[in-house]
């Protein structure tokens, strides 16, 4: 069985300050998929990044940078210099691809509250 | 180009009855996905058709089902209500099928929030 865990239920900080949300998952597959995306207020999941198990290259995009480490099972999300727009509710999620990739769907973790406060 | 639409937005029902829910995919996506949301939980998986047939299935009670329509529309469908089906439902589209590269990269619509009485 798969598994996501977001430890942190809730973080806030203050703009412009770095913050890392963490993922930490569970797969007996060698091949799978992960996600992060991104909940507004508004309730649309907003697409973020998708890493391969075969890719641990880190990412970066904008103040956007994900950390993906097969040794600890970790896929984490770092936004440096926060914006106020950057608060919502935001979700790691995991594919097994074993199975056809995407039969069984995305498991998502519970998801890390960030507010950034101006 | 649209992005993926829900309807309704938001119902309220009481416990016993029936809810009908429905969602417009992106076009020329084939895939549709469903997942229920409750609040302060992540979504979970609940369907996928692909082409009109059902190609996965989440841990749900037969009293959830869902269709595609040939226009690769869907309409997820609830009998006998429970309190605890009061949820955001999400609807997702994918140009792949399951088990094709790609399946998995899913465009949301906004949801439709069901509260049950």
């Known amino acids: 069985a798969q598994k996501v865990t977001q430890a942190q239920t809730e973080i806030s900080v203050v703009e412009k300050e770095d913050v890392t949300l963490d993922c930490v998952y569970e797969?007996?597959?060698?091949?799978?998929?992960l996600f992060w995306y991104k909940q507004p207020p508004s309730g649309e999941l907003v697409f973020l990044i998708r890493?391969?198990?075969?890719?641990?290259q880190n990412e970066i995009s904008g103040r956007y940078s994900w950390n993906f480490q097969k040794s600890t099972s970790s896929f984490n999300f770092t936004i440096t210099a926060s914006q106020v727009v950057d608060s919502a509710v935001y979700f790691c999620a995991l594919s097994e691809a074993g199975t056809g990739g995407g039969a069984d769907g995305l498991t998502f973790g519970k998801g890390t509250h960030l507010i950034i406060q101006p | 180009d649209a992005g993926v639409t829900q309807s309704p937005t938001h119902l309220i029902k009481t416990r016993g009855q029936h809810v009908t829910l429905r969602c417009s995919p992106i076009s020329g996506h084939k895939s549709v996905s469903w997942y229920q949301q409750v609040l302060g939980q992540g979504p979970q998986f609940i369907f996928q058709y692909y082409e009109k047939e059902e190609r996965g299935r989440g841990n749900f009670p037969d009293r959830f089902s869902a269709r595609q329509f040939p226009n690769y529309s869907s309409e997820l469908n609830v009998n006998a209500l429970l309190l605890g089906d009061s949820a955001l439902y999400l609807c997702a589209s994918s140009p792949r099928a399951a088990g094709e590269t790609g399946a998995n990269v899913l465009t949301f619509g906004a949801g439709s929030r069901l509260t049950v009485l």
């Open positions: 890493r391969n198990s075969f890719d641990e």
């Open positions: 797969t007996r597959d060698t091949t799978y998929y």
